[in-house]
């Protein structure tokens, strides 16, 4: 059996030495046009509150990727109280 061989190259420089023969540009994605494609989810009224405050959160922070600019949505006033049911 061959003994452990320590590698004496730290693991940036091997990343960088893997790099050097690629012939293929390192290209980055378009966060707006992966916010465009995700979409928004249409809130309902038998929504929550909790999941129609997440769903405004969810399309504030898609937006604001695709505008450029902080958009907020807020999600309307709700309570999420049953009401109690009628025992006569």
């Not at 046009?33 to 929504?47: C, F, Q, R, T, Y």
């Not at 769903?55 to 450029?68: E, L, M, P």
Request: net charge positive; proline share 8%; hydrophobic share 30%.
């Amino acid at each position: 059996m061959k003994p452990y061989r320590k590698l004496t190259l730290p693991a940036a420089s091997l990343a960088l030495l893997s790099l050097q023969g690629c012939s293929y540009p390192i290209i980055g994605t378009d966060s707006a046009k992966v916010a465009s494609a995700i979409g928004h989810i249409e809130p309902s009224k038998k929504d929550t509150c909790e999941t129609q405050k997440q769903i405004a959160a969810q399309s504030s922070r898609i937006d604001t990727i695709v505008k450029g600019k902080e958009t907020v949505y807020k999600a309307p006033a709700c309570d999420d109280k049953q009401p109690e049911p009628k025992t006569s």
